[in-house]
Every structure is written in structure tokens, then in C-alpha cells.
């Protein structure tokens, strides 16, 4: 399938600023192209994923991809979409973040060949300009009229915005314009945010050197969930691509919980499976959703490809170690990973029976309950079925001598914690 064609298949083409001329250029010629984002955090989340796996599919056409983080443009802050000013970072902090955007993004690019992927910082051409320089050679290009017209800049006028933020898309339009010079860069792709940007970077392309190659813009959907709820966000909050902030465990789960009236969708734009795989798992989903083979297919590309293989067969271990309640195959820090989020309890002092830590902990409700759960053997501990309502823990029931694992049922897990001066019983 040919690229255009493969990616309006997929649903990831929004607009194109001369959809003839791209066409026309893509068939002709294989062409560097770019896609930027702002160091705003140490990490990217799955909202900044799709316009760079969208550049990975320009990569796997033969295309040269560049992939720009902006050390530069992420000290001022990108307006659009915002209903204020953002806060100023420190210099110390963007150049931290730009160092982890960096390394997350040379695990979607292959770096090899002829149009191995080419990653660069615009601190590197905009950090050093003088004031005069910005404001006679690129200033003097963007009308003010023109700017006032973008989306980003009246929507906040009423709330009001800085010079600041109201210059940052003639930085934007920079990069463009020196990658252009530079970098024979003919077109610039992002989120459908990021149309008002794209264009005043061919603006300014068009008044520095016009009698140049044109270049283009393309953007791309903005993804959403189809019960209208925001794509990308759980309860504890956004899925990072950083395993320090989102476990592998946790990203796996995030695309293997997709509904089935997402899951096709999201199989087409954001992994590299062909077009015949993915409709026959769309057929899965129709004929067989209860053995949701899309939700792990789409659930292993990602973790492959954003944690590597041995994260993903981690995450698959958990998981089925979870579900089976034989915990017993795991060791503390997965048991970590796999129960992050659900309830704790602290125990302080002497540690009671099962039956009372069962109530102390709301684990059971009461203690003629908690006695019936335990002799009925639905209380485990460890991964160990519990009978004894005498039973006292000992250390050995501590896990890496912090926590223990106790299960009521089948699906349901708590953690209990020790303070750390504390010695159960031998």
C-alpha cells in the first residue's frame, strides 16, 4: 500500500496544506521531513506518540525523518491549547528534560542508512540569536495581522497573553525555515494543534527564500476515546512513557483495558501491524470479543516498542500471575509493579491473628465475616490459601522483608505494610 493511501486507511491524515502537491512530491522523490516537542517534562506520555509514529511510518517509506526537541522553544511555551501562561522552567530543568525526551525517542527511530533518523535541539540555532537578529531577519516576515488570526493567539487575547508566548510561534516557524535551509526539510508534521504553527513556518519559508523548493504541512487527528472521555489518562493520572513514572506493567494494562469500539481504531494508528492483520483481529473483535486477541496484540506492539521485549514478557508474567492468583512466581519489586495501586494498610505495634488484620485492614468487614472468608479458603496469603483462623504472620510472610500480599476471592488484592522499626513474630 502506498504511503498517503496506507495513512488515510489508518485515519491519521487531518489536514494537508496542498494534498496534490504532497502526493505529487512523495511519488517523485523521498524527502527529509520533520516533527518537533516541547521538553515541558522529563518524559513524553502516549498523547505525544502519534505524530512520531506517524514520522516512523514516513521512515519505514524510505523517508528521512528529523526529529527536533525543543531546548529553545520549551523555555518560553507553546500557547496553543493553553488558557494561560505557563509557568517558566529553569534552564537546568528544560536541558534535563530534553536529555530524557532525547533517549525515549531514539527507541522509535532507527538511526541507520541513508535516511536514519537525524535528531536535533533548535537551542542550537535560536539559543545564541540576539534580539536584533530575531526581530530584523525573522520578526520583520510575520505580520502582526497574521498572527492575531491565529487560533492560538484569539483565543487567549480576551484572558490575555504575553509577548512572550504571543513570539513563540515565530520561533516555531524558525525551525521550519532553518531546517528547511539546512536540512532540505520539505514538510512539517504534528497534531491538529499544531496547524497554526505549520503554517507560519511556510509563511516564513515563502518570504526568506521564494524563490526556494516549496515545503508543506501535514497534521494529524486528535485521538479521543469513543465514550468521550480523554485519551491517555487514568485514575492516578497520565500514562508516561518513563518506566520510573508509568511501571511496564502499568503501560500494558493501560492498552490491553481498551474498549472494543477503540481498540481497531487505535491498532491502525498506533502500531506497525499490516493491513491484514489488523482486519483480522477487527474480525476477532466482532465474532469473538471475549477473548480480546486485538486488545493484546495492540497491548504487546506498544510495550515492545516503547519498553523492548523483556518489559513486555515481564508485564505478561504479571499479568497472568495476577489473574491466577499464584503470585508465588513473582518477586517483590514485580509484585510492586503489579499492585501499585491497590489498598494498603500499615500495621503498627504488635501484629494481630488473620481474623483481626483481616478487620483492621478493611479487608473483611467484620470478624464473623473475616472468620467465614478464611475458613472458607478464600483468603490467601502470599499466594498461599489461609484456613487457620489462629494464624499468627511471621517473617517469613514479609516479602523482601517490607510488605505481604493478601488476597480476598479472586480478584481482589491488598497490601500490608510494616513500619520499618517493626519485628514480626519468629
Known sequence: MELLEDLKWRGIVYQQTDEEGIEKLLDSEKIALYCGVDPTADSMHIGHLLPFLTLRRFQNHGHKPIVLVGGATGTIGDPSGKKEERTLQTMEQVQKNVDGLRAQL????????????????????????DVVTFLRDFGKNIGVNYMLAKDTVSSRLESGISFTEFAYTILQAMDFYYLHKNHNC?????????????????????????????AFGFTIPLVTKSDGTKFGKTESGAVWLDPEKTSPY???????????????????????????EIEALEASVNEEAHLRKAQKALAEEMTRLIHGQGALDQAINITKALFSGDIKSLSAAEIEQGLKDVPSYTVEGEIPNIV????????????RQAREDVQNGAVSINGEKMTDTAYMLTEQDKMDSRFTVIRRGKKKYFLIQYDNQQNIND
Do not use: C, H
Not at 481504531?265 to 502500531?271: C, G, P, Q, S, V
Open 106 to 129: 531514539e527507541k522509535i527511530f532507527s538511526v541507520e542508512g541513508d535516511n536514519g533518523a537525524v535528531l536535533v535541539n533548535n537551542y542550537d540555532w535560536i539559543g545564541s540569536m
Open 186 to 214: 520539505r514538510m512539517q508534521i504534528g497534531g491538529s494543534d499544531q496547524w497554526g504553527n505549520i503554517t507560519t513556518g511556510l509563511e516564513m519559508i515563502r518570504k526568506m527564500n521564494p524563490e526556494g523548493e516549496q
Open 250 to 276: 502499568e503501560f500494558y494494562q493501560f492498552w490491553i483495558n481498551t474498549a472494543d469500539a477503540d481498540v481497531v481504531r487505535y491498532l491502525k494508528i498506533f502500531t506497525f501491524l499490516e493491513k491484514e
Open 356 to 367: 483481626d488484620l483481616l478487620v483492621e485492614a478493611k479487608i473483611s468487614p467484620s470478624k
